[in-house]
DNA sequence: ATGGCTGACGCTGTCAGA
């Protein structure tokens, strides 16, 4: 079972970048972010018609967010509402579209796009932080229930020095903060591995690159786009890498998608060897 | 080399992204 993750950049302009990949690749789950556009105009038929289902939660210009999967969505939370119902800034907190979460697989899928955050200085900083601790609040549901959960989309932070090209010029900067670092770890609870770093332990790969300053061509990028499994599935992963070949195209997005694999559900055999 | 691209909106510029 593939799972993937990738912010498109408004999926009206790289319809058929994400089209041609997903025949090419036969991902089974893509979870999209940056999307762009009104629930109304996304593209669905395009993804219906290649046999993939599709939720969606999008907004005019900004945001948005969506699940296309072959296998059946089952459900479907948009924003923070449904779970963290109790929380005033829950509310405020969903009006940018940037997360859903279905249930796929009987593993809970949860797509997000964590605010950029702008500066350190800025009020977009200050939500960004409220964002991530609501996000906290939001997966503690799902692992105090025990449910396999996949956590993956756009985070906006490199959680160590060894995720950014050259991490000395970025000290404290945004994306890059210990700050922000820590509220993406504590969120996590403890219970959620980024799946890359165990196929990957080294620096070097990059999840996206900057338009300007030819950052593609000099290879100048950031890990930010991470995949965060459950100690259920973390055991049942074969792989996971980053596709740059999008990223190469013409008109391309910014990021390149993250990819993993899964042997889902565990078999027979495996679920007696762990017994 | 990180203020120097790209997309949306809607109009020839402005905002936001990261």
Not at 73 to 102: C, H, M, W, Y
Not at 209 to 227: C, F
């Amino acid at each position: 079972m593939l799972i993937a993750t990738w912010n498109v950049n408004s999926i009206r302009s790289r319809i058929e970048h994400v089209k041609e990949w997903l025949i090419a690749k036969e991902v089974d789950v893509l979870c999209l972010q940056e999307t762009k556009t009104e629930d109304q105009f996304f593209p669905v038929e395009v993804f219906t018609n290649l046999g993939y289902e599709v939720s969606i939660s999008g907004q005019k210009s900004y945001n948005g967010v969506a699940i296309i999967s072959k296998l059946p969505i089952n459900d479907v939370n948009i924003g923070f509402n449904e779970i963290v119902s109790n929380d005033p800034d829950s509310t405020t907190l969903s009006e940018q579209k940037r997360i859903i979460s279905a249930s796929i697989n009987d593993i809970r899928i949860i797509n997000v796009y964590v605010p950029n955050g702008s500066s350190v200085q800025s009020e977009k900083f200050m939500y960004k932080q409220k964002w991530l601790e609501n996000l906290g609040i939001y997966l503690k549901k799902y692992i105090s229930n025990d449910s396999p959960i996949c956590l993956l989309g756009d985070f906006n932070i490199a959680p160590e020095d060894k995720d950014i090209h050259t991490p000395k010029n970025f000290i404290e900067k945004v994306m890059a903060t210990t700050k922000e670092r820590n509220l993406l770890k504590n969120a996590l609870g403890g219970k959620l591995e980024d799946v890359f770093r165990i196929f990957e332990p080294e620096g070097n790969n990059w999840t996206w690159w900057d338009y300007r300053h030819s950052a593609w061509e000099r290879n100048k990028g950031w890990r930010i786009d991470h995949i965060y499994l459950s100690e259920h599935i973390i055991s049942c992963s074969q792989g996971c890498w980053i596709d740059r070949e999008p990223r190469s195209k013409v008109k391309p997005s910014d990021h390149a998608p993250l990819v993993v694999d899964v042997s889902w559900p565990p078999s027979e055999n495996e679920n007696e060897f762990f017994l």
